[in-house]
């Protein structure tokens, strides 16, 4: 499969958040029958015998209360915008790799999310440019999409048109396991195409752990070469403080461009990316990412600083 200096946005980043009613139900921590006394011990008390017989109103249900007023609670947009560089040496005397990148996620509405990366880059003694933008829809309190599209301008390592689409499914009780299908185009600038199919799957912890592992399986043309990719990743955080994440990939790939006529095709690799985001203050903060990518012909090992802004 083709590479890039980043996989596509994974939206990542984003599952279906709790509905304005539920976190309005879940705050009504007094009925209407415990209200009517507490303002009743308040009045001046007035002989039974003086005040005429007043009807007993039925208790309303918390969800109905919610969903009356649900239409009163106010959305803020939200999301944060990213700046950084990379820098990668190779081995086997292939020129080093360097870019700054400018990464960006905003939540227009309450269902909808945003996400937009442009990255400039120098890869294998040529230069291009990469722009991706997603998106993720929530369906529903169980099920969102995320898609994005990414295309390039210079660059014969950059793909010429990437598209992604994938279907998300939340389940259990505490909503604490995520899984997905995705399927992948990419044409190449020169005339090589793939196809893929990802699953994948994530396991939230009720401590800041999460767990997640997925496969690939692609086919690339001409030729029909199959390759398949498999990830696991472990990630402890807290939004707000810092999040640490180790994600292991391996399996093979069926070509990659290494330069003008220079290609290799259908071998093994694997990587590991260590990613450490913190913040320095509630709405700011810096993000590290060390990577080590290993195949037959060539290592590369990689840093990437990035400091972030969040409204």
Do not use: C
């Amino acid at each position: 499969m083709h590479k890039s200096v980043f996989a596509s946005l994974v939206l990542l980043l984003a599952h279906a958040p709790i509905q304005a009613e539920e976190r309005l139900a879940l705050s009504l921590k007094m009925s209407p029958q415990v209200a009517a006394e507490v303002v009743a011990s308040e009045v001046v008390e007035i002989a039974e015998s003086e005040q005429p017989e007043q009807p007993v109103a039925e208790p309303v249900a918390p969800e109905e209360l919610a969903a009356a007023v649900a239409p009163l609670a106010v959305f803020r947009m939200s999301g944060y915008l990213e700046l950084g560089v990379m820098q990668h040496q190779l081995t086997q005397n292939y020129p080093n790799w360097n870019g700054q990148f400018v990464r960006g996620f905003l939540r227009s509405a309450v269902d909808t999310a945003w996400q937009l990366e442009i990255l400039a880059s120098s890869q294998f003694g040529d230069s291009g440019t990469l722009l991706v933008l997603g998106n993720t829809y929530d369906i529903n309190e169980n099920w969102y999409t995320t898609n994005s599209i990414a295309s390039s301008r210079g660059g014969f390592f950059l793909s010429q048109l990437k598209l992604d689409s994938a279907i998300n499914r939340i389940w259990l009780d505490g909503k604490n396991l995520v899984t997905s299908v995705a399927l992948g185009v990419v044409q190449a600038k020169d005339e090589h195409r793939d196809l893929s199919v990802m699953l994948s799957g994530a396991y939230h912890f009720s401590e800041p752990w999460v767990l997640e592992g997925g496969i690939r399986f692609n086919q690339s043309n001409p030729g029909g070469v199959a390759s398949t990719g498999k990830y696991a990743a472990l990630t402890y955080g807290r939004d707000q403080e810092s999040i640490v994440s180790l994600r292991y990939g391996f399996g093979t790939e069926a070509y990659q461009t290494l330069g003008t006529n220079v290609q290799i095709s259908n071998f093994a690799s694997d990587v590991y990316t260590l990613t450490w985001r913190k913040w320095l203050r509630p709405k700011q903060g810096v993000q590290l990412r060390l990577e080590a990518y290993k195949n037959p012909n060539y290592s590369r090992n990689g840093v990437e600083v990035s400091v972030f802004q969040e409204f």
